[in-house]
């Protein structure tokens, strides 16, 4: 079974700081990677979505791709408390049909 | 702009009833997705359809029949609730791009 592992956390930053969430998957032949953000009741929203090694940026946000360690990151820059939720890592399977979601984990950002 | 829509919200049945959860799009997209979303599972896939009379299994399908012959609306019934299948339920569409998913806004169902 294809997995997706994150820290569930809960992650501490302070406000303004940088957080630092991970994420390692199992299907080598995965290529496309995605973040979600979902606050506390409520439903996942897509905020990145990375294909290629390297970095992309959007905002605060930047998405980092290593496919050699099967390894995605999110970096969010000067952490707000509006910041605080839980962060899915998803990666699409490589026929492209399936999306496999990590457990999630939960970032709080303290004023 | 509706979007993505599910009804109900929240739902209390008893075990061995049949439960529909309705899930209705405005957008025209595609694809349409049922997960399940537990404490210490994530977000597991159920059932997908990459169009209209088009279905596929996920993850964790048993228990659960879904059928899409309108492409705006994708609905997952279970045939026979079981306790296990306490959950929130998330439909979601895309356009295309499977990975780039919106969500609707959940379904809560408790089986007793």
């Known amino acids: 079974q294809k997995e997706v592992e994150q820290n569930s956390g809960p992650l501490s930053v302070p406000e303004g700081a940088i957080a630092s969430l991970n994420c390692t998957y199992s299907d080598r032949g995965s290529q496309s990677f995605f973040w979600y953000r979902q606050y506390s009741g409520k439903s996942p929203e897509l905020i990145m979505s990375?294909?290629?090694?390297g970095d992309k940026e959007d905002g605060r946000f930047t998405a980092q791709l290593n496919k050699a360690s099967q390894y995605v990151s999110l970096l969010i820059r000067d952490s707000q408390p509006s910041d605080s939720a839980t962060y899915l890592c998803?990666?699409?399977?490589?026929?492209?049909?399936?999306?496999?979601f990590g457990g999630g984990t939960r970032l709080m950002v303290k004023p | 702009d509706a979007g993505i829509t599910q009804s109900p919200r929240y739902k209390i049945t008893e075990t061995g009833r049949q439960v529909t959860l309705m899930c209705h799009q405005t957008?025209?997209?595609?694809?349409m997705f049922w997960y399940r979303q537990d404490l210490g599972h994530g977000l597991r896939l159920i059932y997908y359809?990459?169009?209209?009379?088009?279905?596929d299994k996920g993850e964790v399908p048993d228990g659960y029949v879904v059928s899409r012959s309108k492409t705006e609306n994708f609905p997952l019934t279970l045939e026979s609730a079981t306790r296990s299948q306490t959950s929130v339920y998330f439909c979601a569409s895309s356009t295309g791009t499977i990975g780039e998913l919106f969500f609707g806004e959940g379904s809560r169902l408790t089986v007793l």
């Open positions: 957008w025209s997209h595609s694809y």
């Open positions: 998803a990666v699409l399977d490589n026929a492209g049909n399936m999306l496999t």
């Open positions: 359809s990459a169009a209209a009379d088009i279905t």
């Open positions: 990375i294909y290629s090694n």
